[in-house]
């Protein structure tokens, strides 16, 4: 089963990946997390290259690089991993790309999905959670203990959080689009929730895909926070 994780930069998905990695765990079942870009020790150079970057790397070739990282992790990892009968949980995946590059970066649509179906080998999540949250407030959560307004050019950002609001509220509008033409495999959840809410919206919907496991209310709910 391969379950991803989308949502705008700062929404809190390393939290719920945490949560549910536990979770599956004590359910016995085998996970392995992942994150994109990287991965792999190519796919980690080429995120280096992403994120850590002064240069401005032009659309096309962002688009290049997220996917040459995807393709590795894929081929190499991903599929292997599933293949053995693994759960994968993966922190972004193409509704990445469709929000950030095709939204964000105004990339057409038609030739993003050409690249997109070029690096995944016909993957498709079984289940994506989509933790939705407005720029302002993922900005604000992000930088909570300093004053406002909020620098984009702050040294604390990467190269892709440095794009400024107007970039991110065209993701986050990316994202909702995506969800309304594939609704079946999304989970759309407010990421101002409290963290232990979010957790047990996240295992009432893997549950019904784990062996044995029918009825989350029977098990714990993580760490207990
Ligand atoms: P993160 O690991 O902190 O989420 O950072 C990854 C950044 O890369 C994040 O800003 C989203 C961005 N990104 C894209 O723009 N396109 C992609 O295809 C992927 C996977 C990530």
């Known amino acids: 089963m391969l379950i991803t994780f989308e949502g705008i930069d700062g929404a809190g998905k390393s939290t719920q990946i945490r949560k549910l990695r536990k979770w599956l765990a004590e359910q016995e079942v085998e996970v392995l997390v992942l994150r994109e870009p990287g991965g792999t020790a190519t796919a980690e150079k080429i995120r280096d290259i992403l994120l850590e970057s002064r240069d401005n790397i032009s659309p096309i070739g962002e688009l290049l690089l997220f996917s040459a990282s995807r393709a590795e992790l894929v081929q190499k990892v991903i599929l292997p991993a599933l293949e053995t009968g693994k759960t994968v ?4 995946f193409f509704d990445s790309t469709t929000a950030y590059q095709g939204y964000g970066r105004g990339i057409d649509r038609r030739m993003l999905q050409t690249v997109i179906d070029l690096s995944v080998f016909s993957l498709r999540p079984d289940l994506t959670f989509y933790l939705d949250i407005s720029p302002e407030n993922a ?11 909020i620098a984009f ?21 990316g994202y909702l689009d995506i969800i309304k033409e594939e609704a079946e495999r999304f989970v759309v959840l407010d990421a101002l929730d409290k963290p232990q ?4 919206r996240i295992i009432e919907s893997v549950s019904p895909h784990v062996p044995g496991k029918r009825n989350p209310s029977e098990s714990s709910t993580g760490d207990g926070r």
């Open 139 to 149: 900005m604000l959560r992000k930088f909570s203990e300093k004053s406002l307004p």
């Open 197 to 200: 809410t979010l957790h047990k």
């Open 89 to 92: 949980i993966l922190d972004r």
């Open 153 to 173: 050019d702050d040294t604390e950002l990467d190269r892709i959080e440095r794009s400024g609001l107007d970039f991110f509220r065209r993701v986050r509008q």
